[in-house]
């Protein structure tokens, strides 16, 4: 406005400059019409400068201009806020980036100057609608428009002049930037909805419109009528005309995808731009699930022990078994045989993802199914099968096995008419009473004990063999000697026994000759012959002894006599000694010497 002051300002000074002029310089100038025009010139030239300054917008790229107008003639009628056909106040229209020539738009209109709105990834803007068409009774969101015209909608002139409605949109804006007139919408940031593996997502949707959800699509339905279901035998869901009558079945309402409702069929895994004031998404995990029934109770020992004397004594003792965190319940305890005794067992389940949308209809989260349903449902089982007639306390430990498929195939049943699959049935140990166990852990150390006397008496026996074999090995050298010598021995005494007997078999042969030898010559003469024959032999062996004849012989012989003084022999010892050595050795007789 200032501007257009100053422009109005200008004009006046050029409709009064010769007058102006005039009180400057002479009129009777001959230039003074000249002057005067010159200088009207100049003024009207700034005044349209002025005017200019007003008459444009300049928007950059990642802008846009949003007009509100001041100055009009005709004014906004009822309860619109946006002016579509030139009214005053804020404008439907808006400058895109550039340069935008309009005459006195800045004196007329109010012109802010907006950043684009950006939506990151991962994020959706939730549109909501300052003006349009007033909501219908039955309405909490306005219609979506086509998807083909999604785009077109955000444009304020096209969604004020084709049925768009006031209030929070169902439409909703993806990652992107955009053009956003904001003088008709507010805009919020949201997170999108991730379905993790494992898990999917459970619709109830609060509009009724075409859907496009990833791998769900489905276009606006014609009509959206309700299916009552539940579950058949093998734990599917289906109608409930379709199920067998059974009293103790859960039944739920499911709508197609895109009624109002819980949608009969769930989001897979993935990301999903859903607008959360149209549709809210359970998430439901498909995995195994894992309830234990652990802890909560006390419990008893009998501790056996032995002395050195082997004497058992019995020591009881007891400890506090808390409930895990985590845990769906405390040990189950049944009654059983007067027994109070506590069962841990642990239970595996899954929802199905078809059963999904059933589970959530009729019972609700995984959290209700446990603790409603599920858990009460396992407590109630085990009491029944464990404690039931004809059982026995020690069942628990010799007939685990049988006990678990027969909880398990009582509970299994239960789980399908809540859509639950139970997968399997498993006890941990049982508290038996220590009382019962006494007799058979004392059998048992018995044989414990018997086992390892037997089996320390083996060790002693191995050990001794072990003990001589060593020995044997370290006298081997030994052993091998004395068997050879043995042998040698045994070949000896055979050797000998052969000799002898052939010096027997020559003995008999020679004494038959020479008794023959005798019975001719005599006895005498045989003596003589055989005494001659081994002389001859002996020297024919050993000639040397021919030489040692002479030395039999005495070369001296000493007398004493009776009249001997004692000398006499050794005398004659000593005149052999000086005998030149001839080795002659002198005879003692009793008579005197003679040579």
Same mark, same amino acid.
């Given at each position: 406005?200032?501007?257009?002051?100053?422009?109005?300002?200008?004009?006046?000074?050029?409709?009064?400059?010769?007058s102006i002029l005039?009180?400057?310089?002479?009129?009777?100038?001959?230039?003074?019409?000249?002057?005067?025009?010159?200088?009207?010139?100049?003024?009207?030239?700034?005044?349209?400068? &002025?005017?200019?300054?007003?008459?444009?917008?300049?928007?950059?790229?990642?802008?846009?201009?949003?007009?509100?107008?001041?100055? +009009?003639?005709?004014?906004?009628?009822?309860?619109?806020?946006?002016?579509?056909?030139?009214?005053?106040?804020?404008?439907?229209?808006?400058?895109?980036?550039?340069?935008?020539?309009?005459?006195?738009?800045n004196?007329?209109?109010?012109?802010?100057n907006?950043?684009?709105?950006?939506?990151?990834?991962?994020?959706?803007?939730?549109?909501?609608?300052k003006?349009?068409?007033?909501?219908?009774?039955?309405?909490?969101?306005?219609?979506?428009?086509?998807?083909?015209?999604?785009l077109?909608?955000?444009?304020?002139?096209?969604?004020?002049?084709?049925?768009?409605?006031?209030?929070?949109?169902?439409?909703?804006?993806?990652?992107?930037?955009?053009?956003?007139?904001?003088?008709?919408?507010?805009?919020?940031?949201?997170?999108?909805?991730?379905?993790?593996?494992?898990?999917?997502?459970?619709?109830?949707?609060?509009?009724?419109?075409?859907?496009?959800?990833?791998?769900?699509?489905?276009?606006?339905?014609?009509? &959206?009528?309700?299916?009552?279901?539940?579950?058949?035998?093998?734990?599917?869901?289906?109608?409930?005309?379709?199920?067998?009558?059974d009293?103790?079945?859960?039944?739920?309402?499911?709508?197609p995808?895109? &009624?109002?409702?819980?949608?009969?069929?769930?989001?897979?895994?993935?990301?999903?731009?859903?607008?959360?004031?149209?549709?809210?998404?359970?998430?439901?995990?498909?995995?195994?699930?894992?309830?234990?029934?652990?802890?909560?109770?006390?419990?008893?020992?009998?501790?056996?022990?032995?002395?050195?004397?082997?004497?058992?004594?019995?020591?009881?003792?007891?400890?506090?078994?808390?409930?895990?965190?985590?845990?769906?319940?405390?040990a189950?305890?049944?009654?059983?045989?007067?027994w109070?005794?506590?069962?841990?067992?642990?239970?595996?389940?899954?929802v199905?993802?078809?059963?999904?949308?059933f589970?959530?209809?009729?019972?609700?989260?995984?959290?209700?199914?446990?603790n409603?349903?599920?858990?009460?449902?396992?407590?109630?089982?085990?009491?029944?099968?464990?404690?039931?007639?004809?059982?026995?306390?020690?069942?628990?430990?010799?007939?685990?096995?049988?006990?678990?498929?027969?909880?398990?195939?009582?509970?299994?049943?239960?789980?399908?008419?809540?859509?639950?699959?139970?997968?399997?049935?498993?006890?941990?140990?049982?508290?038996?009473?220590?009382?019962?166990?006494?007799?058979?852990?004392?059998?048992?150390?018995?044989?414990?004990?018997?086992?390892?006397?037997?089996?320390e008496?083996?060790?002693?026996?191995?050990?001794?063999?072990?003990?001589?074999?060593?020995?044997?090995?370290?006298?081997?050298?030994?052993?091998?000697?004395?068997?050879?010598?043995?042998?040698?021995?045994?070949?000896?005494?055979?050797?000998?026994?052969?000799?002898?007997?052939?010096?027997?078999?020559?003995?008999?042969?020679?004494?038959? +000759?020479?008794?023959?030898?005798?019975?001719?010559?005599?006895q005498?003469?045989?003596?003589?012959?055989?005494?001659?024959?081994?002389?001859?032999?002996?020297?024919?062996?050993?000639?040397?002894?021919?030489?040692?004849?002479?030395?039999?012989v005495?070369?001296?012989?000493?007398?004493?006599?009776?009249?001997?003084?004692?000398?006499?022999?050794?005398?004659?010892?000593?005149?052999?000694?000086?005998?030149?050595?001839?080795?002659?050795?002198?005879?003692?007789?009793?008579?005197?010497?003679?040579k």
């Open positions: 406005m200032f501007w257009v002051v100053v422009a109005l300002l200008y004009f006046v000074l050029a409709a009064v400059a010769p005039g009180l400057f310089v002479n009129r009777a100038r001959p230039d003074f019409r000249t002057l005067s025009l010159s200088l009207r010139i100049v003024f009207v030239a700034i005044a349209l400068i &002025c005017l200019a300054a007003t008459s444009y917008v300049h928007v950059e790229s990642d802008e846009i201009a949003v007009l509100n107008k001041i100055y +009009g003639t005709t004014s906004l009628p009822g309860e619109h806020i946006i002016a579509t056909n030139g009214e005053k106040g804020p404008q439907a229209e808006i400058l895109t980036p550039g340069w935008h020539p309009w005459f006195l738009v004196v007329i209109y109010q012109v802010e907006k950043k684009v709105v950006s939506i990151p990834s991962g994020k959706y803007g939730f549109l909501n609608a003006d349009g068409a007033p909501l219908r009774p039955d309405q909490f969101l306005a219609d979506a428009f086509p998807p083909e015209h999604e077109d909608m955000l444009d304020a002139e096209y969604f004020l002049t084709h049925g768009g409605q006031r209030g929070p949109q169902t439409t909703i804006l993806t990652p992107g930037n955009y053009r956003l007139n904001t003088y008709l919408w507010d805009l919020s940031v949201y997170n999108a909805v991730d379905v993790a593996e494992g898990f999917v997502g459970v619709v109830k949707s609060n509009v009724v419109d075409s859907v496009h959800f990833g791998n769900l699509n489905a276009d606006k339905p014609a009509s &959206c009528q309700q299916k009552m279901v539940s579950t058949n035998a093998s734990g599917e869901a289906v109608a409930a005309r379709e199920a067998k009558t009293e103790g079945k859960l039944t739920a309402t499911l709508v995808v895109g &009624c109002i409702g819980i949608w009969e069929r769930a989001l897979q895994p993935g990301r999903y731009y859903a607008n959360e004031a149209a549709y809210k998404i359970t998430m439901m995990s498909t995995r195994v699930q894992t309830w234990e029934f652990k802890g909560g109770y006390k419990k008893r020992y009998i501790d056996l022990s032995l002395d050195q004397a082997g004497n058992l004594t019995q020591s009881p003792r007891s400890e506090d078994r808390p409930v895990p965190p985590g845990s769906a319940d405390p189950i305890t049944p009654f059983v045989e007067g109070l005794v506590p069962l841990e067992l642990r239970v595996l389940a899954q199905t993802p078809d059963n999904a949308p589970v959530v209809a009729s019972v609700g989260g995984l959290p209700e199914i446990e409603n349903i599920m858990v009460p449902t396992i407590r109630s089982i085990v009491r029944n099968v464990v404690g039931a007639q004809g059982r026995h306390v020690l069942d628990l430990a010799d007939n685990r096995a049988e006990l678990e498929h027969a909880v398990e195939d009582a509970i299994r049943p239960e789980g399908l008419r809540a859509g639950i699959v139970i997968k399997e049935v498993k006890f941990g140990d049982p508290a038996l009473p220590p009382e019962l166990l006494v007799s058979r852990l004392r059998q048992q150390l018995a044989d414990q004990l018997q086992v390892t006397y037997q089996q008496q083996k060790a002693q026996t191995q050990r001794i063999e072990t003990e001589k074999a060593r020995a044997t090995a370290e006298q081997q050298h030994q052993l091998v000697e004395s068997v050879i010598g043995v042998q040698v021995a045994e070949q000896n005494k055979n050797a000998a026994k052969l000799h002898g007997e052939g010096q027997k078999l020559e003995l008999e042969e020679i004494a038959q +000759g020479q008794k023959a030898q005798a019975d001719v010559l005599g005498d003469r045989v003596l003589t012959i055989t005494l001659v024959q081994q002389l001859l032999k002996t020297i024919q062996e050993k000639p040397e002894v021919v030489s040692l004849i002479g030395k039999l005495p070369q001296t012989v000493v007398s004493t006599g009776g009249q001997s003084t004692g000398l006499d022999s050794a005398a004659a010892i000593f005149g052999a000694l000086l005998n030149n050595g001839s080795g002659a050795t002198p005879a003692l007789t009793g008579q005197s010497s003679k």
